[in-house]
C-alpha cells in the first residue's frame, strides 16, 4: 500500500507521520521474517520516538514462535504490539512475556476467527481476564457491529475495516424457468448452471456514523433501515444488521437486466458481507435461502431460486427444487477436457438490450398458477432438457450438448410473445451461420446475453462483432459467495 501510495523511504514517511501524531500510541510494523532482522528491525523502530510501539508478528511465516523475542525486546524496553494471535493459548504466553509494567498491546484477529465460524467475543472476554494482571491492550482487527460488542468486554482499542464481498452472476445450461414457486411447488424443478467469473460486488465502511449512506445507480442517506427505498437493501439491513449505521455501495461486472441473475447475486453478497459485519459464520444454503426469502416471500418479486443458489454456491451444478420448498445442490462430474472445450467454444454476446426479469417471468408466473396446459407443457419439456443436458455434459458429448441448446431456445421461445425480437433472432441467425452448432438467450428472456457453442470461435466472434455483438470472455468459477475484512 505505501508503495502504491509513491512512498520509498519508510523510515523517512514515519518521521513525517511522528511529526503529526506526538502524543497518541501509533504502531509501526517490522518488514522481515527472520528473527534476527525482526530484532534489529525493532530495536531501530523503537528508537523513533517515545510514543512508537513496534509491531512483531507473534510467530514467523514458518511457524517459530517469537514470543522469546518479544520477552527480549519489552526487556530491553521496547514497546511491543504483537499481532497476527488467534488463541488464548498465544494471549497467555505473551502476557507472561511482557515485562511487568511495560505497556503493550496484543492484536487478535477477531476477524479471522469468526471466519472460521467461531464467535470472538467469548475469546475477546476470556482474554481481557487472561490480561487482568498486566497494563496491555487488546487490539482487534476486522471490526464491525462486534466493536461495541468487544468494547463493552473492556477491550481498549479496534482497528476498523472496509468489507468487501463478491458474488458470482450465472449462466443457465439446461431446465431454466422450472425454478419458479409457481412450478416446482406443484411439479418438482431441475435445472443446470454454472457460476461464472463475473460478480456483484458490496462494500460496506463500518465508519462511524450517523445515517445509512447507500450507493448504487442512485444514492440514498437515511436514519433507519426502515426509510430506505431500494427494497432489497431495506429488507436485508432490517432484519439481518442489528449494527451502527453503514455505508454501502454496489458495482457489478454487467449492467443490470442482462439475464445473468445479478439481483440474486447482489442479494447474497450483501448479506455475506452483513454477516462478516457481525462475525457471523454462514453456509452457502442459508444464504441462498435468506436472498430467496427477501426476494420471493418478503417482496413478492415474480422469481425463481436459481440464481440466488448459484452466487452462494459457486462451480457448475444440478439444482433440484423440491415441491415443499427444500433445493438439492449436486456439482456436475465433468471431465477436465469438457471444461477445457467449454471455456473455448462457449461464447457470450451482449445483445444490447436490457428487461427486467421480473417483468418477463410475471406472464409464466400468472399462467402456471392459472393451470394454463401449454405453459405447464412447455416447462415439463424444459425439465425434461435439463435432464437431459447433466447427461451430455458429464459425459462430454458437447455437439449433442450444443444441438439440445438450440431445440432448448426454440421451446423456451415460444414461451412467451416477449421473449425474443427481431434482433436477437438476427444475431442468433448470424451465429448459427457462422460456426454455432446451437445457443439460447441467458435469464428470462427479451434482451441481455446470448450463449452459443461454436465449432469455429473465431469465425463466430468475427461475423458476430460485425454484427455489433460485444463479445463477453468468461471463466466457470468455483468458489461462491466470498467477503473478506480490508484493512
Known sequence: ?????????????????????????????????????????????ADWADNVYVKVPITTTT?????????????????VNVTAMFTLDQVREVTAAV????????????????????????????????????????????????????????????????????????????????DLPSYYENFGG????????????????????????????????????????????????????NGVPLEIQSIADVPTGTGMGSSGSFTVALLKALAQGQFRATTPAQLAEQACQIEIEFLKEPVGKQDQYVAAHGGICAYTFHQEGNVTVEPLQIGTSTIDQMRNQMLLFYTGETRSASTVLSDQDTRSKAGDNAMLENLHRTKAMGFESKKLLESGDLMSYAQLMHEHWLNKRSRSADMANSHIDALYATALQNGAVGGKLIGAGGGGFLLVYSEVPERTRSAMAGAGAVELPFDFEYTGATAEGLI
Open 1 to 45: 500500500l505505501m508503495k502504491a501510495a509513491g512512498i520509498r523511504d519508510y523510515e523517512a514517511f514515519a518521521h513525517e507521520v511522528l511529526g503529526y501524531i506526538t502524543d497518541r500510541p501509533i504502531s509501526f510494523e517490522v518488514f522481515a521474517d527472520e528473527e534476527s532482522e525482526i530484532r534489529r528491525q525493532a530495536l531501530r523502530i
Open 99 to 178: 515485562r511487568e509494567g511495560a505497556p503493550s498491546y496484543q492484536s487478535i484477529f477477531a476477524g479471522r476467527i469468526a471466519d472460521a465460524g467461531i464467535d470472538p467475543c467469548p475469546l475477546m472476554a476470556e482474554a481481557i481476564e487472561i490480561m487482568a494482571s498486566a497494563p496491555q491492550s487488546v487490539l482487534t482487527r476486522d471490526g464491525a457491529d462486534v466493536l461495541f460488542r468487544c468494547l463493552l468486554c473492556g477491550i481498549s482499542a479496534l482497528t476498523m475495516s472496509v468489507i468487501l464481498a463478491k458474488a458470482p452472476l450465472r449462466i443457465s445450461l439446461g431446465g431454466g424457468g422450472t
Open 190 to 241: 431441475f435445472l443446470i448452471a454454472g457460476a461464472i467469473d463475473k460478480y456483484v460486488y458490496i462494500t460496506i465502511h463500518t465508519a462511524f456514523r450517523e445515517i445509512f449512506e447507500l450507493k448504487y445507480s442512485k444514492m440514498e442517506k437515511v436514519t433507519s433501515p426502515a426509510e430506505i427505498t431500494h427494497p432489497i437493501f431495506r429488507e436485508a439491513l432490517s432484519r439481518y444488521w
Open 63 to 79: 511457524g517459530i514462535s517469537l514470543t522469546p523475542l518479544v520477552r527480549e525486546l519489552s526487556e530491553a524496553g521496547v514497546k
